[in-house]
């Protein structure tokens, strides 16, 4: 019988383990298992959702030493793809703004991020650097 062929890589646990049981601690759990660490994170939520963030105050979020507000939520939100108010209604922090969900160019780059996890460094530097080259063409 055949071997099935493996991944191109296999998924790795986070480097760090989760903080104390909490929303914030779950949150940046998850996005650690799509290999974004705090820095990560606190870049992307500002560049997808424009909720600037340092990463300390992420760090601080995930170890319960800052409470979830509507803001960090709305971050939490775009950069995971879920609507605003799923992540309201399982937390119990109200939104600033009720809203559909993510516009589609957000839903998308989180589309993107969860699946990048798979690729080997080779497979997204490749067309990262393309991309570059056509930025700056």
Same mark, same amino acid.
């Given at each position: 019988?055949?071997?099935?062929?493996?991944?191109?890589? =296999?998924?790795?646990?986070?480097?760090?383990?989760?903080?104390?049981?909490?929303?914030?601690?779950?949150?940046?759990?998850?996005?650690?298992?799509?290999?974004?660490?705090?820095?990560?994170?606190?870049? =992307?939520?500002?560049?997808?959702?424009?909720?600037?963030?340092?990463?300390? =105050?992420?760090?601080?979020?995930?170890?319960?030493?800052?409470?979830?507000?509507?803001?960090?939520?709305?971050?939490?939100?775009?950069?995971?793809?879920?609507?605003?108010?799923?992540?309201?209604?399982?937390?119990?922090?109200?939104?600033?703004?009720?809203?559909?969900?993510?516009?589609?160019?957000?839903?998308?780059?989180?589309?993107?991020?969860?699946?990048?996890?798979?690729? =080997?460094?080779?497979?997204?530097?490749?067309?990262?650097?393309?991309?570059?080259?056509?930025?700056?063409?």
């Amino acid at each position: 019988m055949a071997e099935r062929p493996r991944p191109a890589r =296999t998924l790795q646990r986070p480097p760090r383990p989760p903080g104390p049981p909490g929303f914030g601690s779950l949150l940046v759990h998850l996005l650690a298992l799509r290999n974004l660490n705090e820095l990560a994170v606190a870049k =992307t939520m500002c560049l997808m959702s424009g909720v600037c963030k340092a990463a300390s =105050t992420v760090r601080m979020g995930r170890d319960g030493a800052k409470a979830l507000d509507a803001e960090l939520l709305g971050g939490f939100a775009a950069v995971l793809g879920v609507p605003v108010d799923v992540l309201a209604s399982l937390t119990g922090v109200r939104p600033s703004a009720r809203g559909d969900g993510p516009s589609p160019e957000v839903a998308d780059a989180a589309a993107l991020i969860r699946q990048v996890r798979h690729l =080997t460094a080779d497979q997204v530097r490749e067309p990262a650097e393309a991309a570059e080259e056509l930025h700056h063409g």
